[in-house]
């Protein structure tokens, strides 16, 4: 239900459909007695759109989000106990509608967290390997498509932890957690997507699994003007998406802290 409730909430609130909703809103508005009212949102949503594509407010939404947790330092780990194992959340890695029509794995737009995973997976060749995410639609579930793109690529099956069932962060956390069983003596390295790495961590956490950050994609802000109204509605689509997720997170009671700390 939640899961349902959440991505309905998400297709009205992103902000290029919202733009789009109050436009024809303010359209409706200009042929009726509230006329200014439809010329006062015109003008605000031209000059928000605007901004958006001139401005990197998408790269200062996400700076706070992807500079919470540090690129996981291997060269300092190496002081301590290799992990025990490895997760990886595996939202959006893969596309699966084009995955689905080829019929092999087909990276999608977060396909940089395979990276990070298998430079960490080669690093600790003991480490167990655990990849979360499963299919809302029709077809193979995400994590088995990363499995095997990650067989082919010469990682051992027996290696692997297959979970694919989870649909969101909380459920990669609790169903994950309940497929690798680790112990409280354990270390295990979380990789995901820097920006989406607060709310990792406050769910895993909630869950008494206190994983290791080793964020993937990490980049700092950029600054200085540009033209890009694609690109702007997106990072700035990404970055309201985690902050409204780490507040409805919260508010559900599925994290204990709004902010997690490093």
Known sequence: MFFSVAKLFWA????????????????????SPWRRIGI????????????????????WLLAPLAGQFAPYDVANSKQVDPPAGIVLLSGAVINLKVSGQLGH???????????????????YPTARLLIC??????????????????????????????????????????????????????????????????????VFRAQGWDVIAAPAMWRQSKTGLRFNPGGGLRLAGKALHEYMG????????????LWPAP
């Open 105 to 123: 794995a087909v990276p999608g737009h977060a396909a940089g967290r395979v990276v990070e995973f298998m430079r960490l997976a080669r690093t």
């Open 40 to 59: 006062w949102l015109t003008s605000s949503v031209s000059l928000g759109l605007l901004a958006v594509a001139v401005l990197p407010i998408g790269h």
């Open 12 to 31: 009205i609130a992103q902000p290029l459909n919202l733009a789009l909703i109050l436009l024809l809103l303010a359209t409706l508005l200009l042929w």
């Open 133 to 202: 995410g499963g299919n809302a639609g029709p077809g193979a579930p995400e994590a088995a498509l990363i499995a095997d793109y990650l067989v082919s690529r010469g990682v051992p099956r027996t290696r692997l932890l297959v979970e694919d069932k989870s649909l969101d962060t909380f459920e990669n956390a609790t169903l994950g957690r309940a497929l690798a069983k680790p112990s409280v003596e354990e270390r295990w390295l979380l990789v995901t997507s820097a920006w989406h790495m607060p709310r990792a961590m406050a």
């Open 246 to 257: 780490l507040l409805a997170y919260w508010l559900k009671g599925r994290s204990e802290t």
